[in-house]
């Protein structure tokens, strides 16, 4: 069993899956709206709940802030590829998929997660090695988007963009300093957005199968942002420049 941390990421789980809980385990004494929420939601699915000691809890979670409420569920289960790709929007005439290339801080990967979730992406691919996988921390920082948007894992990055290429995707690069200003991408097709590491960025293999590198304007005396932050601004803007080409073709 996985542990599931954290109220918000235990009760979106909670609403989202019927199946594959072990139980809740909540410290004794916690209060609150959420927490009778949680409870509730559990008790529906007729998932046990459990009552403990707070010290009890800190074994579950280790160092982590569970903030009173853990869960116990199976494994995440990583979708398939072709699943992932037909997981189109109904709000959008156009596919989005995000690969992301060594994305190690599981802060980082839960927060692209959820704005993936809420910005129209059909899901995310991340690779078998050098990455972090899906994990409490991660479906923490996704506020549970996780159990709402396909995670797909795949054994080689490149041959996964050269089979999403002949799918009829054109591979956009995001890249500090050597793209081109991202408002002046054209994103009125099928894409791939690749994201690369939180310090080196896009692996030199991985950049040559791109199509193109865009690049965000930045100022002030950073030379690049975040790279959940980047995933975020890319993606809002590649949804904004959608609505605007279907709002004038009505």
């Known amino acids: 069993m996985e542990v599931i941390y954290g109220i918000n990421a235990v009760k979106v789980l909670l609403r989202q899956q019927e199946s594959g809980w072990g139980k809740i385990v909540i410290a004794s004494g916690r209060r609150g709206s959420s927490v009778k929420e949680v409870v509730e939601i559990a008790r529906q699915k007729k998932i046990p709940v459990e009552f403990h000691r707070k010290q009890y809890l800190d074994g579950l979670a280790g160092s982590f802030n569970h903030q009173g409420v853990v869960g116990l569920h199976q494994a995440y289960v990583y979708a398939d590829l072709d699943i992932l790709i037909k997981n189109r929007s109904k709000f959008s005439n156009f596919d989005l998929i995000l690969v992301l290339d060594s994305i190690m801080d599981p802060q980082n990967l839960g927060s692209i997660i ?50 999403l ?63 959940s932050v980047a995933a975020g601004i890319i993606q809002y803007e590649i949804l904004s420049q959608r609505r605007r080409t279907r709002a004038a073709e009505k």
């Open 114 to 163: 959820r704005s993936a979730h809420c910005l129209g992406a059909n899901g995310v691919i991340i690779p078998e090695d050098r990455a972090a996988p899906i994990s409490a921390a991660v479906i923490k920082a996704s506020a549970g988007s996780v159990g709402q948007i396909p995670v797909t894992k795949v054994v080689n990055l490149a041959q996964t963009i050269e089979y």
């Open 165 to 227: 290429k002949n799918k009829g995707f054109w591979i956009f690069g995001a890249d500090a300093h050597d793209g081109d200003n991202l408002r002046e991408m054209d994103f009125n097709c099928n894409v791939v957005l690749v994201l690369g590491g939180e310090a080196k960025g896009i692996r030199p293999l991985v950049k040559k199968k791109c199509d193109f590198l865009l690049t965000i304007p930045v100022m002030g005396n950073f030379d690049s942002l975040n790279v």
